[in-house]
């Protein structure tokens, strides 16, 4: 099983971008995934994630400005980041979970992507 993720980069603040993970090997559809992010420094993050049945969750520093989203029949999770802030500024990493809940800890998840770099500048 692999979680790919790609979209990361170098964005000023209040820009956007969009980071996907395309996951190969096992189907994710109506099992739950998440972004989660670690910041130099710092211990890794919840950010968002996404259930079985489409239901999502986010933290709240992102809460508003991210969106999660599934493509179940490409097997891609996407998350769209606006408002971007220098804070925001980290690895962020795509995970994917055997259960079906929308899942905040990182222990719920089995697999991991390599993680995508995003930098906001102010």
């Known amino acids: 099983v692999q979680l790919q993720a790609s979209g990361g980069g170098l964005v000023q603040t209040g820009g956007s971008l969009t980071l996907s993970c395309q996951a190969s090997?096992?189907?994710?559809?109506?099992?739950?995934m998440g972004w989660f992010r670690q910041a130099p420094g710092k211990e890794r993050e919840f950010v968002a994630s996404?259930?079985?049945?489409?239901?999502?969750n986010y933290s709240d520093f992102v809460k508003g400005r991210f969106t999660i989203s599934r493509d179940s029949a490409k097997n891609t999770l996407s998350l769209q980041m606006d408002s971007l802030k220098p804070e925001d500024t980290a690895v962020y990493y795509c995970a994917g979970s055997r259960g079906i809940g929308t899942y905040l800890q990182a222990v719920s998840y089995a697999y991991w992507g390599q993680g995508t770099k995003v930098t906001v500048s102010s």
């Open positions: 090997g096992r189907t994710f559809s109506g099992y739950g």
């Open positions: 996404i259930g079985g049945n489409g239901r999502t």
